[in-house]
């Protein structure tokens, strides 16, 4: 069964913090560069960071470096994303899928992060 279960999204003020977690099943997780998106209203979905399945790279967007950290647990079928110093222009939808996931795959309902000003 395919399955990606955002969670950990809400409304904070701006400099604020959120974590976010994605629970994936292991046809989606096991052996794979797993990463974050964003769409924002009316924009397209971005790639915000992705990780591969050892750990042992990682890339960001240029807009979240050094402010969002992507991180997971194989164990648990488990990708994370620590957000500091948050901006308004960081109020998006979150997801998580494959690296390079493309628009036609399976994505889960996302996550709504909002920040205020």
């Known amino acids: 069964q395919v399955q990606l279960v955002e969670s950990g999204g809400g409304l904070v003020q701006a400099g604020g913090s959120l974590r976010l977690s994605c629970i994936a099943s292991g046809s989606i997780f096991s052996f794979n560069t797993m990463a974050w998106y964003r769409q924002a209203p009316g924009k397209q979905r971005d790639l915000v960071a992705s990780i591969t399945s050892g750990s042992t790279r990682t890339n960001y967007a240029d807009s979240v470096k050094g402010r969002f950290t992507i991180s997971r647990n194989n164990a648990k079928l488990t990708v994370y994303l620590q957000m500091n110093s948050l901006k308004p222009e960081d109020t998006a939808v979150y997801y998580c899928?494959?690296?390079?996931?493309?628009?036609?795959?399976?994505w889960g309902q996302g996550t709504q992060v909002t920040v205020s000003s």
């Open positions: 899928n494959q690296d390079r996931a493309r628009p036609w795959d399976y």
